[in-house]
């Protein structure tokens, strides 16, 4: 009997011979494929190599003919040359008072200046030139102002840099005395990095005084007509290409087959309960740690005119993974709030369920499409993954979709026997490829199905040849490459890698360990979701690999997709070593794959394909073990999403330990597999039982996954009802329906004046007030010089980052403490933080060197308003601290006026401290503690720890007046938003960055303290972010802030960014353009 591929070849062959209209038909799309299918993978091979149309930015200076000090802060750090010619007599206006730098591209007050930039400064009697903390060439400044002198020149160049005094010469102790007074620095990129062009000097620029700078905008580029012509010719022969191969399918005489199932648009109760979990989870669920990162990225690059990485890598392009992040973009044109910008991932959950339960269930064979448990496994392993990992901005939701697509792809080429399915396969396959770096895990899909499909190609070049089935296959391989170099060049991207891989983080294969190390420490990287999801994916996979190779395949399987699901899901793993960073949030692309591998192993472990109820008792004995591990840890989620959930910092509980509770249980599911193994080891006979219960219990896998989806949805639905009225990602993503879509900023409030709110003393002067009721031990002065804060958190070792030890990680920014050159009013020289006016705010410490003494302090009587101006004042009480000490140590007593001129207290409060020790804090505590019917208060603070790291310091207390950030900040002045904040503050504008140059920011927002010390080695110097810029250009001050109705929570922090040179002005760049070829290259990339 003649097979079923025996008969197809049979009747195509009749087919094709017996109508000679068809058979031309054939022969011209035999050409067509072949002619189009080479050009266009001829044209998406070449669009990296044509010429593109970049704009070109020089920054000349002085401008205005004018010595002024101009901000112009590179994106990429330093120039690709520089050029400076100055007049040796404008040095004559160095010898001012205070006037010590002629011109740097750097502000000389910066702690890094020297370092990292250009000076040519006045240093005691000589005028050098350094760049890089290296002094290039020297002249005596006596010398310089003498008539021999003509002018100063410096250039820079990747390779060296040079500069000279020009008619001067050596001396005769100098290693070639007469010759020209010149240096040259090489062997290492000199060139200096440049924020600006800033001078002490003022008035009229003389002749002959210039700077030219030529600014690195190799990625701000579009495509010349050429090119355009060309990647449009691309696409149009991919697609007469894929016609044509089509074309050359239907020679199988068999009818067109329905693209969607069937049962596609029908909804049974499953899918309304998968819909209903996702549609709430995205209101109310956990977002992932780069939102911000990403929603900046493409908030700011339509004004680029690229994407760029905005945070590191000094502006390169996203590319070749930025392709998503563009749509992104064009999504965000309607508003930037979190549920209108997180519906494209919304989309794609419900999109991975239906391909998941109408594309992949029913081809993983009969068993799988009927059983109920195979489903609801399937869902709920689905959300398990789903829920913690893709619900957010992140390349991984579009990345479980694209796998599966691929897989149905391929497979339905198997199934058909057809090659445009494949060709497809490959165009889905390369855009999730290169949607992100885990991305890579696609390409499983292709890779499992090679045999099968070597067999499909091998039967129809007996018909058509091999050309004609392969060359639209390139094309449909290759097409991707027009939309990724659509406007870049093949020499940019090859820089920008190399530059990504120097800076990292680049880890290596053989460092996955840390992605696993991740998963198993207690934070939300190894929270209680994301180590489940893990788990229970690799119980899975475990439980289908082994069913399969001892039975052969899954018994009521289809062999052939069940192997390549399992092993797509593998290849993933495998090919997941190879992406630079390992986090565990990269396993959110194995959701789709979870749903499928979880239908598998509800099958594979029923009565009817195991029948061992020894083995099924062990196997419910591993579920519970795996719940029991991934029980201990932390209910925790990333920064906001964290905000009132229970048990974000412990492990679950309820009278016991939720994970002891688990472990006790497999104990005893592993006493019975026991008993069943020594007393009653036999086979189940007959069939397995049809009660609802059986078939519940009979999928342990399934029931585990979705009660960790209960604990999860309940969890952060309890944090958003225990947070009410306060704020929370639920009660917020709820209000934007609303129209109230700036998140945070409408409940972070603000005090701008902290001196406007300070209480006033009812007898004694404000300078004597605050030691007027008793003190011992403490003192104006009593503060130590640095009170910069203990870090939170230790540094990985995991090699991901190379940490600036400079860094300033911001949230103590300004509150580091330090000495002032002038007395306070009570004699302090210590520096206030928030803005404290030191002429009207008295600070008393306890700290000493040496001995160590008992302190103690009771303050004077602070008037209360009254109960109309209470009203009207703000809602906290408010005291600036700092120090290490119990909160019970520092209190404020209350009393009514008869109490107060009794001396005898009415009460005391004490107050949350927020902040991290000993750097300045603001102590806070809710105004309606105090009784309404008290007028008075006064500090009281105790100090009888005699250990020496142990001091308190206090300034007077305060009732702030407050403004919501919102109304502070605003939608209008740019702002430096931390990538960890970008999704809760949709309402405030990144600076953006154009031709090169970065735009000066006013405001920065932090997260909080945890999360501004993880993120900001992201953004450093060392990094090539934009920390490396702000660090050298401005000055940050934090401005006191709160969370509305949450008043003890460190939402995070809000700094004040001032320049240096306070009349500096934006400068204006000399725009041109040029054509360039794929492969031109102005420079190396500096790597900062």
Not at 424 to 444: D, N, Q
Not at 863 to 889: I, K, M, T, Y
Not at 909 to 916: I, K, N, P, Q, R
Request: glycine share 8%; proline share 7%; aromatic share 8%.
């Amino acid at each position: 009997m003649a097979t079923e591929a025996t008969r197809r070849e049979q009747l195509a062959s009749s087919f094709v011979n017996t109508t000679g209209d068809d058979g031309a038909k054939y022969r011209t799309a035999r050409l067509v494929a072949v002619v189009a299918g080479l050009l266009g993978a001829l044209l998406a091979l070449a669009t990296p190599l044509l010429p593109v149309k970049q704009t070109t930015a020089q920054l000349n200076w002085p401008q205005n003919g004018v010595f002024s000090s101009v901000e112009a802060p590179l994106i990429g750090y330093v120039a690709t040359d520089l050029n400076i010619s100055v007049p040796c007599q404008a040095a004559a206006g160095l010898t001012g008072n205070g006037k010590t730098v002629l011109l740097s591209t750097v502000p000389k007050q910066a702690p890094k200046a020297v370092d990292r930039g250009l000076l040519m400064e006045r240093i005691n009697d000589d005028l050098v030139l350094i760049v890089r903390n290296v002094p290039v060439v020297v002249a005596p400044l006596s010398q310089v102002l003498s008539g021999a002198c003509q002018k100063v020149v410096f250039t820079a160049h990747a390779d060296r840099v040079t500069g000279e005094f020009v008619g001067l010469t050596q001396g005769p102790n100098a290693e070639h005395p007469g010759s020209p007074l010149r240096g040259e620095k090489s062997g290492y990129d000199f060139r200096p990095q440049i924020v600006g062009v800033f001078t002490d000097l003022s008035g009229p620029a003389p002749p002959g005084l210039t700077f030219s700078a030529t600014v690195d905008t190799r990625y701000s580029s579009s495509p010349t007509t050429l090119k355009m012509a060309a990647m449009l010719l691309g696409v149009a022969s991919t697609i007469a290409a894929l016609i044509a191969l089509h074309v050359l399918d239907t020679s199988d005489g068999t009818r067109h087959r329905r693209f969607l199932p069937s049962r596609w648009w029908s909804v049974t109760g499953l899918d309304g309960l998968v819909t209903l979990v996702l549609v709430w989870w995205h209101f109310v669920g956990a977002n992932t740690a780069d939102d911000g990162y990403i929603l900046t990225m493409a908030r700011v690059s339509e004004h680029a005119g690229y994407m760029a990485n905005y945070y590191r890598w000094l502006g390169t392009p996203e590319a070749p993974f930025g392709w998503y992040y563009d749509l992104l973009a064009l999504w965000a044109h309607v508003t930037t709030a979190s549920i209108w910008m997180r519906l494209p991932t919304l989309i794609m959950a419900l999109a991975c369920w239906w391909v998941t339960s109408r594309e992949v269930i029913p081809r993983l064979g009969h068993a799988v499409k009927t059983s109920r448990a195979a489903a609801w496994t399937a869902a709920g392993m689905f959300l398990a993954v789903w829920l913690p990992l893709d619900n957010g901005l992140r390349p991984e939701p579009i990345i479980a979709v694209g796998i599966l697509l691929t897989w149905c792809s391929v497979e339905r080429a198997v199934a058909t026997s057809r090659l445009l399915p494949v060709a497809v396969a490959c165009i889905i396959g390369a855009l999730t490829l290169f949607s992100g770096p885990t991305g890579i895990a696609s390409i499983g899909a292709l890779l499992v199905a090679i045999g099968p499909l070597r067999t499909i190609v091998h039967r129809r070049s007996r018909q058509f040849g091999v050309l004609p089935l392969l060359a639209p296959i390139l094309a449909a391989v290759t097409v991707t490459g027009i939309l990724i170099f659509r406007d870049q060049t093949l020499a940019g991207e090859l820089q920008a890698t190399a530059l990504k891989r120097a800076l990292g983080p680049s880890l290596s294969w053989f460092d996955e360990h840390l992605r696993y190390e991740r998963l198993f420490m207690a934070s939300p990287d190894g929270s209680v979701a994301r180590r489940f999801a893990l788990l229970a994916l690799l119980v899975a996979l475990a439980v289908s690999v082994a069913m399969s190779l001892r039975k052969g395949r899954i018994p009521g399987t289809a062999a052939g997709p069940s192997r390549r699901i399992v092993g797509i899901t593998i290849i993933s793993f495998i090919a997941m070593m190879f992406t630079p960073t390992k986090w565990t949030h990269h396993f959110g692309v194995f959701a789709g794959l979870a749903g499928s591998l979880g239908a598998l192993a509800a099958v594979a472990v029923t009565s009817a394909a195991m029948r061992s109820r020894r083995n099924r008792t062990m196997f419910a004995a591993v579920v519970l073990f795996m719940v029991a591990l991934s029980l201990a840890s932390v209910n925790g989620w990333w920064y906001v999403s964290n905000f009132g959930v229970p048990w974000s910092n412990a492990f679950p509980q309820w009278h016991f330990g939720f994970t002891t509770v688990a472990l006790g249980l497999t104990v005893l599911v592993l006493l019975l597999a026991a008993w069943f193994h020594f007393v009653n080891n036999g086979d189940d006979a007959g069939p397995p039982s049809q009660s609802r219960f059986a078939r519940i219990i009979s999928s342990p896998l399934g029931i585990a996954a979705w009660a960790l989806v209960f604990f999860e949805v309940l969890s952060l639905t309890l944090g958003m009802t225990e947070q009410y009225p306060a704020w929370s990602v639920g009660r917020s993503n709820l209000q934007a329906l609303t129209g109230r879509t700036c998140g945070l900023a409408n409940d972070v409030l603000v005090e701008q004046d902290p001196n406007a709110g300070m209480l006033q003393p009812v007898s004694v002067p404000v300078k004597d007030a605050l030691d007027a009721g008793y003190e011992e031990g403490f003192d104006p002065n009593g503060i130590p010089a640095n009170v910069s804060a203990d870090p939170v958190m230790e540094r990985p070792g995991d090699r991901s980052f190379a940490y600036d030890d400079g860094l300033t990680t911001g949230s103590e920014a300004g509150t580091e403490g330090g000495t002032t050159p002038a007395p306070g009013i009570n004699g302090s020289r210590a520096r206030l933080p928030y803005n404290l006016d030191p002429a009207r705010t008295p600070v008393l410490g306890s700290w000493r060197s040496g001995p160590q003494v008992p302190s103690q302090l009771r303050s004077a009587w602070y008037r209360l308003p009254d109960h109309a101006a209470r009203d009207q004042a703000g809602p906290l009480l408010v005291l600036s601290a700092a120090g290490r000490f119990n909160p019970g140590e520092v209190q404020v007593q209350w009393a009514t006026d008869e109490q107060a001129a009794a001396n005898k207290p009415g009460g005391a409060t004490g107050f949350a401290d927020v902040g991290a020790s000993p750097a300045w804090r603001n102590l806070r505590a809710p105004l309606a503690a105090v009784p309404r019917d008290a007028t008075q208060i006064r500090v009281v603070v105790t100090d009888d720890d005699l250990a020496p790291q142990h001091w308190i310091a206090v300034t007077p207390p305060r009732i702030p007046r407050l403004d919501t950030l919102q109304d502070v900040v605003g939608s209008t002045q740019p702002v430096f938003l931390d990538w960890l904040v970008g999704l809760a503050f949709p309402c405030q504008r990144p600076f953006g960055h154009l031709n090169g140059v970065v735009e000066v920011p006013k405001w920065r927002i932090l997260p909080d303290r945890f999360g501004a010390e993880a993120n900001s080695p992201v953004m450093d110097h060392n990094g090539g972010g934009p920390l490396g810029i702000s660090e050298l250009l401005l000055r940050a001050n934090t401005v006191s802030s709160y969370l509305k109705d949450d008043w003890s929570r460190d939402w995070g922090a809000l700094q004040q960014l001032t320049p240096y040179y306070p009349n500096e002005q934006p400068a204006r760049l000399d725009l041109g353009s040029a054509t360039r070829s794929g492969l031109w290259s102005p420079a190396p990339l500096r790597r900062s």
